[in-house]
């Protein structure tokens, strides 16, 4: 039985946000579906961010929920304690686990949500066979460690792939996407068959937070629905 349709999420990144006042930066995006956190240790990826003792503080004073992005190396060991800190949802790297189907269960059964992310380079095809061990599949459409990059195109098939393998398989998984993501190549994603969207300058970088995200909403669900409508016999 294919799956029912999956609304247009926005998740703000912030990467993009003002370190210093995250608590007020979070308040800004209270009308997003969750709030994007970006983890980097400097090994994994060559950039460092925030470690568990600060999530677990975001975690405590957001009004949205948090769905957070391991672009770290042993994930296999920290990512458990970040679905274990409460956070709604937890995605690791798959090019960094060496047990992912295990870890999908682990951050299942502590509570959160199992997302497992794709870098560019990295191709979907060896891994459908975990749909149902997944709640969300991130397609990278820039390489992981650093905002502001452009979206990468080459990225369409391998979303549209991905978004094949889902409804062929009767299981309910988000297609994520993180990158690149503004008013134009929000469309072009969820054409695709994306419906989950990292934003970070597109939202951070708007005199108004909160009316970006309403905007970017309205262009994807349009934009995913026109996908997902049946088409003509």
């Given at each position: 039985?294919?799956?029912?349709?999956?609304?247009?999420?926005?998740?703000?990144?912030?990467?993009?946000?003002?370190?210093?006042?995250?608590?007020?930066?979070?308040?800004?995006?209270?009308?997003?579906?969750?709030?994007?956190?970006?983890?980097?240790?400097?090994?994994?990826?060559?950039?460092?961010?925030?470690?568990?003792?600060?999530?677990?503080?975001?975690?405590?004073?957001?009004?949205?929920?948090?769905?957070?992005?391991?672009?770290?190396?042993?994930?296999?060991?920290?990512?458990?304690?970040?679905?274990?800190?409460?956070?709604?949802?937890?995605?690791?790297?798959?090019?960094?686990?060496?047990?992912?189907?295990?870890?999908?269960?682990?951050?299942?059964?502590?509570?959160?949500?199992?997302?497992?992310?794709?870098?560019?380079?990295?191709?979907?095809e060896p891994y459908l066979d975990m749909l149902p061990?997944?709640?969300?599949?991130?397609?990278?459409?820039?390489?992981?460690?650093?905002?502001?990059?452009?979206?990468?195109?080459?990225?369409?098939?391998?979303?549209?792939?991905?978004?094949?393998?889902?409804?062929?398989?009767?299981?309910?998984?988000?297609?994520?996407?993180?990158?690149?993501?503004?008013?134009?190549?929000?469309?072009?994603?969820?054409?695709?068959?994306?419906?989950?969207?990292?934003?970070?300058?597109?939202?951070?970088?708007?005199?108004?937070?909160?009316?970006?995200?309403?905007?970017?909403?309205?262009?994807?669900?349009?934009?995913?629905?026109?996908?997902?409508?049946?088409?003509?016999?």
């Amino acid at each position: 039985m294919p799956v029912s349709p999956l609304k247009c999420c926005i998740n703000p990144s912030i990467l993009s946000a003002d370190f210093v006042n995250l608590e007020a930066e979070l308040a800004r995006v209270s009308n997003a579906d969750a709030v994007h956190v970006d983890v980097m240790d400097n090994h994994f990826v060559p950039n460092l961010t925030i470690g568990l003792p600060v999530v677990e503080r975001l975690q405590k004073v957001s009004p949205v929920p948090l769905d957070a992005h391991l672009m770290i190396a042993n994930v296999d060991r920290w990512a458990p304690q970040f679905a274990g800190a409460g956070l709604s949802s937890v995605t690791f790297h798959v090019e960094a686990s060496d047990a992912p189907i295990k870890l999908a269960r682990e951050l299942r059964a502590r509570g959160a949500k199992a997302g497992m992310a794709l870098r560019p380079a990295t191709p979907v095809e060896p891994y459908l066979d975990m749909l149902p061990e997944l709640d969300m599949l991130l397609i990278m459409t820039v390489e992981p460690g650093f905002g502001g990059q452009a979206f990468l195109d080459v990225m369409l098939p391998k979303i549209r792939r991905a978004r094949a393998a889902v409804e062929g398989s009767g299981v309910d998984v988000a297609i994520q996407v993180d990158g690149g993501i503004t008013e134009e190549t929000i469309t072009r994603a969820a054409e695709a068959g994306a419906n989950v969207f990292v934003a970070g300058s597109a939202v951070y970088g708007k005199p108004s937070p909160s009316d970006a995200i309403e905007s970017l909403r309205a262009n994807g669900q349009l934009a995913f629905a026109h996908n997902t409508a049946p088409q003509p016999a």
